[in-house]
Structure formats: C-alpha cells, structure tokens
C-alpha cells in the first residue's frame, strides 16, 4: 500500500471537442489543442502541471537528497577515458568534480603537458540545456569540428576551432545532422543537412574558408521514410552514405582521398533489405539480411561493388548485429539466444574464435579506434553485477588487459545475484528476462520489483552495469528486465513478432512476464513498478491500461501514447519513418488496429497504478502534446485516486545532458517509485545502507 500524501488538488485540463472525420467515422479528441503552442491554455496547463508536481515531490525533498547524495557517491566525480594514440598525440576526455560535462584533452607524449582543446563545460556555460553529439579532429590535426544542441529538439549546428590557438572559425552551419567526416586533406568534411522536420535528408561537402553557401551537395534523399547517414571506412579510404529506412538502406560511396566526390551507388534500395559496407583493400565487406534474416557477410571487388559474392553464411542460431574491420582481421558482433557474443575472424585464413568473457550475462562493445592496423582490440566490457571495463584484447595471443576498472565505492559484487530466466508467452514463446537482486534477499513473493522494457526497432534491452540500481536493490527491490517481442535480443523474426501487426505480442509479453515473476516468488501482485522510455513508454502504458491490478505504480518518460493521431501527421519527423514499424493508419484496417492499443485512445473509467510521466517541450521524436493530452484525458476519467504527476522539461527526447542533472531526475523518479511501494521514509538504520549514508 502506497504511504498517503496530504491532499493536494491535481489540475484539471479544459476540454474543446474537435471531430475529426477518418475512415467514414467521427473522431472526437478534447484535448487536440494542446498541440497548439499558441493556444494561451496550452502555457496555463503546463505551468498549473508542473506546479502540483512540485508541491507534491518537495514532500519527498529529504528522500531525494538522501538518494542523489548516493548516486553521486558512487560516481567517480574526477575520471578520464583511456587514451588513444592517434599519429603524433595521445587523445582523452576527462570530467571534473562538480562539472556537468568532459573536457577533451590530448598530449604530444603520455607524459607531456595536457592540452585542453574543448571543454564542453565552456560551451554549456549559461545554458540550460548542452549536447555535444559529435566531436571530430581533422586528420592533420589541425582543426576540430564539433556539433552541438543546446535546446534539446536535435537541431544541431556545426562550428570549427582551430587547436593550436583555440580561435573559433567563422565556417558555421546550422540544421545539421551529427554525422560528419573529414576527407584525408584536412580541409574539406562532408555533412548531413537537415529539413525542416529535422529530417537529415542531404549530404555536403565544406571546404574550410569557404561561404557555406557553395557547398557541393553531393545526395539528396527525397523519401521522407529514409534517414541519411555518413561514415568513414577505418582504413580511411572511403566514405559511405547511406540512406536507411526502418526496413531498407542503400549506399553510395566515395574516395576519401581524391577531389572528385561523386558519389557511386553500391546497391539500389530493396524493400525488407538492409546492408551496411566497410572496405579491405581491394574489396568491401558487406553485412546484410539479403536472404538471410539474421544477416550474414557479403564481399564485393571495389572495382564492381553491384556484384556481391557470399564470404560468410548465416548461422540459424544466430544473429549477426555488427562488423568492426581491420587490417589483419574483423570483429563480428553477435547474439546467440538473446547473449551477446564477438567473433575475431583472421581475414586471410578465414579461422576464427569466440572471445571468452567471465560473465554468462554480459554486455560488451567494440570501440571506434583510428588504428586500422592495430594488433589489439578495445572493448567496453559490464554485466548488470560487473562495473564497467576497458579491456584491451590480443588478437594473436588472445590475452586480455584490463585497461581500465570503473570504481563504484562500496560496491561488492558478490552480495548481488544476476539470474536469466524465461516466461511463456501465449503462442509457445519463451520470453527471456533478466532479474537482478540482493542475494540475501528471500524470495518470498513479496518484495517491491521494477520491471523494464522497450521491445521496438529491433533494439535489444542489454544487461549493462548501472551503479543507480543499487539505490533500489540495498532497500529491497528486485530489478528486471523484460526482452519482449519487437526488440532484437533473439533475432529478426523477433523483431518481426513485436512490429506492425504483430505489435500486440510486445503487450501480451511484458504482461507474462509480470505474471511468471509473480509465480516465481520475486514479486507479487500490486508490488511491481513499470519502467519505460518512448516506445518502452508506449509499452507499460498499455500493460497498465489492461492489468492495472498488476502494478504498484508506472513511469513513462517520454512515451508514445497517442499513437492514431501522431501516425496520423506525416508533417511530424518521425511519422513517415514509423510506418514500417507500427503501420499507417491512413489504410483503414491498420488505422482500426493502431487504435485497438493507443493509451490515449483507450482510456477508460477504470482505476489506473499511481503513475509518473514525463515529456519535453522540445522533443522531436515524440511530442510534448502527447504526454498532456494523455494526462489530461486520464484525470478525466479515470476512478481512482491514485497519484498521477506529470513532469514538462524544456529539453528534448533525452532530457538533461548533465551528469548531475541526469542524476537528479533518478532521484526524482526513485523517490517517486519509493514512495509509492510505501518505503518513503528514510530509514538509515537499514545496514545495507549504512556505508552509503555516511555522504549524506
């Protein structure tokens, strides 16, 4: 039972029928004119929203401070990345203690004087809102360009520095994509420019000292369902562009080192077809799903890339999700029954080997090194027990090197149990689910458990470390992750089982899993809190639209609730795109299938879990409208009178870039969470706290 709070008046949103006609029938919507930013109601609601939200969580002031002071204790406040030598300097990012942002460094010798040349926190400095999405220094070491948000709406703007004197140049561009890449000259990089929905939809090239207003455009994309990429092969030969889909790509390329851009096509756009090309002296390699759902690798002669010839099948129990190319082998990405895996490949002899890892759940990337020829490979290594590592990898030796231990103070593995277990789903699949608790927690079926997911755009949910958990698992609470349908941990047709019309197998999921984590005795009914983002947003509000019962309370950042009418809008930037991924309501049998499971449109008079939701006026990947109209419909409604807040930020999709500001909001949302398992109080006596609460 969730401890009560003193009785504070929620607000009430003004309610304006507008009727829409679709499909032969009348859709009504009250609250279509909060996506009016003109509309003085809109800024009324919005203040009146975050105003009870304020008077309602400064109750839970003590709590928070209690939970940030332990989350900021477990972050190592003055920290550096390892270095990387590139040519004649060695290159690393460091923070400092009470700063939000890196400060990017680099030196002529390990042991030589630190040259400082961006500091983001000078960037941010009177901001409320800083991203630096991209960082590159040209090839002659000469300049750095950088692209940057500062109002969280992914409206980026390029700028250069020269290093050596720290002059910003007067080349600037604006409403760019974060993609960009030098030629091998140094003076010349390509971009992506972006329309105006933020679709980043052409590609140019700048040459320093020139008015950007010659640019050579060198593609434009004119299907809005299609995104423009760049990148640069690691042998820095060649760049590729691409234009993808959620469902196809293409792409052309050009030589990094020569004049003449124009760009050549490798192979034109099939639909369901995604391929992504690196290049190996005479050849390119290519990974792609042609005739292989779980993709396997491809070769081509550079000399004809249209003709692809099979170097690598695909595995039936496996899926292929990266390829990292080097001069003497390549790294291969994969996942085998939902666990990640790399695979080193000798180029020449084509023999290979499975890197071992301690962990049998474990979560681990290769990083972008500039080193074609490098003999050794860098890896960021964690599991949900294992903090953060940076292990370099010999590839002849196959001996690894721990470059780097992330520190977390106080924390010991050992008191930690990691378990992978599977629910049943109603069509005979096994859904895989990753808990986390104390070990000397009984499983008694009744302890606080949060449950996340996502389950859209092939995305896998990954067991990476994420020291904040400890703030929920030393007072009890179990954490799980549920790998529903439409994410990717186990394969395409995974994916393909969660998406379109398919989308209701991620719902049934995540709902099976609540009910088999119940009967396992981790949990019990109106114990377990839901926990997702976007279209993991989209996702716990529709299990807690159908077994509200189930869940002691909701968090919803982000989420994308009302799914008809933003489908509906090919103006916005990603309705297009989306198509492929939950269908186009303009055809009047998905239209009627969308609406079968949209929160917004599926509220209903029934009780609903105290709920957390939050949403930024400068999002564009989901729009603040629909977060407010949700609510506002929701007070309306709905019989209970469980707690319902509704966090507006003036930022973006991902909301605050800071690390102590992102750190706030976890102490918001677990005060939230907290309080609504009914352990609010600040209890310091419990003493799988006492080392934590000595920094308060």
Not at 422 to 433: E, K, M, N, V
Not at 583 to 611: C, F
């Amino acid at each position: 039972m969730a401890r009560r709070l003193p009785k504070i008046t929620p607000p009430v949103a003004a309610k304006e029928a507008r009727v829409f006609r679709i499909h032969g029938q009348d859709y009504i919507d009250h609250y279509a004119y909060l996506r009016d930013r003109s509309d003085p109601r809109l800024a009324a609601y919005i203040a009146a929203e975050n105003a009870y939200a304020a008077s309602v969580t400064t109750q839970w002031r003590r709590l928070q401070n209690t939970l940030f002071a332990e989350l900021t204790h477990r972050m190592v406040e003055d920290d550096n990345t390892v270095p990387e030598q590139i040519n004649e300097y060695w290159y690393y990012a460091r923070v400092e203690a009470g700063k939000e942002y890196p400060l990017h460094c680099r030196r002529s010798t390990l042991e030589g004087p630190e040259h400082v040349y961006l500091d983001e926190n000078n960037l941010a400095d009177g901001r409320d809102y800083f991203d630096l999405a991209t960082l590159s220094v040209c090839p002659r070491h000469r300049l750095v360009a950088f692209v940057v948000d500062t109002q969280g709406n992914e409206r980026f703007r390029l700028r250069i520095k020269e290093i050596s004197s720290g002059a910003l140049l007067p080349d600037r561009i604006q409403d760019v994509g974060e993609d960009l890449v030098w030629l091998q000259d140094g003076d010349t990089f390509l971009y992506a420019k972006t329309d105006a929905n933020g679709r980043p939809y052409a590609v140019y090239a700048h040459i320093i000292g020139t008015p950007v207003a010659s640019d050579i455009l060198l593609f434009e994309e004119g299907d809005p369902a299609f995104f423009v990429n760049v990148w640069k092969s690691r042998s820095k030969n060649y760049i590729f562009i691409e234009s993808q889909s959620n469902a196809a790509s293409e792409v052309r390329y050009v030589d990094a080192r020569c004049p003449d851009l124009a760009p050549t096509l490798i192979r034109a756009r099939q639909t369901d077809v995604e391929y992504y090309v690196d290049h190996h002296g005479d050849r390119f390699f290519v990974l792609t799903n042609l005739d292989a759902p779980d993709f396997k690798i491809m070769e081509a002669s550079v000399d004809d890339p249209t003709v692809w010839r099979q170097w690598r099948p695909g595995q039936p129990d496996s899926t292929v999700e990266s390829l990292d190319l080097f001069a003497d082998y390549m790294v291969v990405g994969e996942r085998r029954h939902g666990l990640e895996r790399l695979r080193v490949i000798d180029i020449r002899t084509e023999q290979d080997h499975i890197i071992a890892f301690p962990d049998a759940l474990f979560c681990v990337d290769v990083e972008d090194l500039d080193d074609y020829h490098c003999a050794f490979l860098r890896m960021n290594y964690s599991s949900l027990v294992t903090p953060e590592r940076v292990i370099d990898y010999d590839v002849s030796s196959r001996q690894s090197r721990v470059r780097k231990q992330h520190k977390v103070p106080g924390y010991d593995e050992t008191n930690y149990q990691l378990s992978r277990m599977y629910a049943s789903s109603d069509h005979g699949f096994r859904i895989p689910i990753s808990a986390l608790h104390r070990k000397d927690l009984l499983l008694e079926g009744n302890h606080p458990l949060l449950l996340i997911g996502y389950g859209a755009y092939e995305e896998s949910l990954d067991v990476e470390f994420n020291s904040d958990y400890l703030s929920l698992l030393d007072r009890g609470v179990v954490i799980a992750l549920a790998h529903v349908r439409g994410g990717g941990e186990l394969g395409h047709d995974w994916y393909e089982q969660g998406r379109l019309r398919n989308k209701e197998h991620s719902f049934s999921d995540f709902l099976e899993c609540a009910e088999y984590l119940i009967s396992r005795g981790y949990t019990a009914a109106g114990k377990i809190a839901a926990w997702g983002a976007s279209a993991g947003g989209l996702l716990v509000a529709v299990a807690a639209q159908r077994r509200p019962e189930l869940f002691a309370a909701l968090v919803a950042e982000v989420p994308f609730v009302d799914v008809v009418n933003t489908l509906l809008d090919p103006s916005l930037p990603l309705t297009v795109h989306d198509f492929e991924e939950f269908g186009n309501p303009a055809n009047e049998s998905e239209y009627h299938y969308l609406r079968g499971y949209s929160p917004y449109d599926n509220v209903r008079t029934q009780d609903y879990p105290p709920m957390l939701i939050t949403t930024g006026m400068h999002d564009q990947r989901v729009g603040y409208w629909e977060s407010l109209k949700w609510v506002a419909k929701l007070r309306a409604i709905k019989t209970d009178d469980n707690l319902l807040l509704l966090k507006i930020d003036t930022t973006g999709h991902y909301g605050d870039a800071g690390r102590y500001q992102n750190l706030k909001r976890t102490a918001l949302i677990y005060s939230f969470l907290l309080n609504m398992w009914g352990m609010g109080d600040d209890d310091r006596s419990c003493p799988s706290l006492a080392r934590l609460h000595s920094v308060s």
